[in-house]
């Protein structure tokens, strides 16, 4: 069965099994405030032009267009199962992105036609190879000076976790394909980039313990320790 056919028939339950619980919806509000964060530093008040590649059930598109009204969004998936949660969506928003069918490798954009590019939980799926080519992709339609925030999954947590459990299944390849090397991130990227934490490994533990404002800074400050070794997941940020 393709991605496509399994995103197509689990489509309907992704949001709530995977960001239904207060662990997850706490890790998403973190990843919404670091885009805004990036959005507003780097381009301050600015009118962009932003795709979110993968949209999925348009959750990143919502928080984007009741919070930067000013912004045209755009959204593209392969799956139209998730493309049409993500319609739904945007019909109850008054700055509704604008969305498409489409597959990262090959999207249905001109040249240059993007300030900013996201794209979360999305690019661990593929292997190196075809990571280097949707990151080619990504950059083909984005406007110099723009920017391609990515999130990527880190090598060091789940390299333990491989010794400790095994690949869930997975060849050892396709499991380490998942979580790149900060050297193979590089290598996909291909220009200097800024990471910020988005999840610590053992971070739903330690959500339950303690406040939400103190796992925010304790996920960015130990997220960049270290060498990374406790980092799940972060966002690369590059310019165009």
């Known amino acids: 069965m393709s991605r496509r056919d399994v995103y197509n028939q689990t489509g309907r339950g992704y949001e709530s099994g995977r960001y239904g619980d207060q662990h997850m919806d706490s890790y998403r509000g973190l990843r919404n405030r670091v885009i805004t964060t990036l959005l507003d530093d780097s381009f301050g008040d600015q009118n962009l032009r932003i795709i979110e590649v993968g949209c999925g059930t348009g ?61 979360t939980r999305f690019i661990h799926q593929f292997s190196q190879e075809r990571k280097r080519e949707i990151w080619q992709e990504f950059r083909r339609v984005v406007r110099p000076g723009g920017m391609l925030i990515v999130e990527f999954y880190a090598r060091p947590y789940h390299w333990i976790r491989y010794w400790i459990g095994g690949s869930k299944g997975r060849s050892r390849q396709g499991y380490f394909d998942h979580y790149p090397s900060s050297s193979e991130v590089r290598d996909v990227v291909g220009a200097q980039f800024q990471l910020y934490p988005l999840r610590l490994a053992g971070s739903r533990l330690l959500g339950h313990a303690l406040p939400e404002l103190f796992v925010n800074r304790v996920t960015d400050v130990a997220g960049r320790a270290l060498g990374g070794l406790l980092l799940d997941e972060y966002f690369v940020a590059a310019r165009r």
Do not use: C
């Open 59 to 119: 959750l990143t598109l919502d928080y984007l267009a009741r919070h930067h009204p000013r912004h045209v969004l755009f959204g593209t998936d392969f799956s139209e199962t998730m493309l049409a949660q993500a319609a739904t969506k945007a019909r109850q928003l008054p700055n509704a992105p604008k969305l498409s069918l489409g597959d990262a490798g090959r999207l249905p954009y001109a040249d240059a036609t993007f300030d900013v590019l996201i794209a």
